[in-house]
């Protein structure tokens, strides 16, 4: 997966007090330096992150991209971290959050919502479900961004946000802003193309169905929505950091043996635990943080446990959760990983 720029320019960004001035000039505000990941990303695992940059603005973010671009220096773009397992060394190039500086969420036609890449997806669910509309209720618990969660493709009840996109503002390596309608952004089970050619989603225009089209009533879909959330808050663990589900559901494997969660408890693994990762009791797709996990056992975990499922069904699952390397690469969160 690549969110970072291409790899031909390899230098780490040194954050000398020139380039933090002129960060600072093209995105007041949201210069952070020295970040510890291991107190801020959603796992609670990583070093610190050298430099963090939170654009207020797609103006910001355009600039950004293109002072990297014009300067040679990598960069990387991130959400709110809850796909993603950092380096125990943290992150030398310089990473572009885009958070609750950048969450606008507004309604631009009876069925159209406009939200920017930071906005909370519960948060769109919620507006959509007051807008009289139906379709987006199966984003209502996951703690992500609009932006990660189009770039995931991501959702529940084996839906992804692809089907309500119409279309996604971008921002290219070289800081363009463009269009891509749904139809290019080459969705599929978890995947998009923004995992692959370096764009970034800078907003989404949204689109889904009013209520009454749907035979549904405002209230119904309020009560769904009210239903899962007490469902996830029932199935997954609350108390531990965790990034979701590891590993993907394989529609052949979910018909053939049932889902990986299924898988992993039938071999045990429930409570396995290496350092302070653990298999959660609660729910055997999860490894959660007990306190000062390492992004090295969170690894061998998740490896030990791919392998073992492999080796008694046949089955490799493939890995949700993105491990990011100090020099801002992504890869799957399995062994044998960059430092
Ligand atoms: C408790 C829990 C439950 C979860 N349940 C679900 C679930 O039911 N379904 C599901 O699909 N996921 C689930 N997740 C995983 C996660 O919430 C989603 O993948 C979410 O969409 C990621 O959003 P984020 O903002 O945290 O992105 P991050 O984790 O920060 O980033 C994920 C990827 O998206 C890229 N990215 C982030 N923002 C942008 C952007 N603006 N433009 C381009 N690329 C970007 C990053 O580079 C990275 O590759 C869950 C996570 C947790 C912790």
């Known amino acids: 997966m ?4 291409p790899a031909s320019s390899t230098a780490p960004a040194l954050p000398t007090p020139g380039l933090i001035a002129e960060l600072e000039r093209i995105c007041p505000g949201g210069v952070v330096q020295g970040l510890p990941l291991a107190q801020v990303s959603r796992w609670r695992i990583g070093g610190p992150a050298d430099l963090v940059l939170r654009p207020g603005s797609l103006a910001e973010l355009a600039a950004l991209r293109a002072f990297f671009h014009r300067e040679g220096l990598p960069h990387l773009v991130i959400g709110a971290t809850t796909n993603l397992l950092f380096s125990d060394r943290g992150l030398r190039p310089a990473c572009i959050q885009i958070d609750r500086r950048m969450a606008g969420i507004e309604a631009v036609s009876p069925t159209g919502i406009a939200a920017e890449a930071g906005a909370w997806a519960p948060r769109v669910a919620r507006v959509a479900m007051q807008m009289g509309l139906t379709g987006a209720e199966h984003i209502c618990g996951i703690p992500g961004t609009i932006g990660g969660l189009v770039c995931m493709n991501g959702g529940s009840q084996r839906k992804g946000i692809g089907t309500a996109l119409v279309e996604a503002v971008t921002v290219d390596p070289t800081g363009e802003i463009g269009l891509r309608r749904a139809e290019d952004c080459g969705f599929a089970y978890r995947r998009s193309v923004f995992q692959e050619n370096g764009e970034v989603v800078a ?8 209520v009454a089209e749907a035979g549904r009533t405002r209230s119904e879909v309020r009560r769904e929505m009210l239903k899962i959330m007490a469902d996830r808050r029932g199935k997954f663990p609350q108390k ?5 589900s590891v590993f993907k559901s394989n529609p052949a494997m979910y018909d053939d043996i049932g889902p990986p969660g299924a898988a992993i408890e039938r071999l045990g693994f429930k409570g396995r635990r290496i350092g302070g990762a653990l298999c959660s009791p609660h729910h055997a797709n999860f490894v ?3 306190g000062g996990a390492t992004a090295r056992d969170t690894l061998a975990l998740i490896t030990e446990i791919r392998d073992a499922v492999l080796a008694a069904t046949g089955y490799t699952m493939e890995v949700e959760a993105r491990y990011v390397a100090q020099d801002g690469t992504f890869s799957e969160a399995l062994l044998p990983a960059a430092d």
């Open 203 to 210: 907003a989404a225009r949204l689109r889904f169905t009013p």
């Open 240 to 244: 531990e950091p965790n990034c979701g």
């Open 288 to 290: 959660v943080n007990t």
């Open 2 to 5: 690549r969110n970072e720029t």
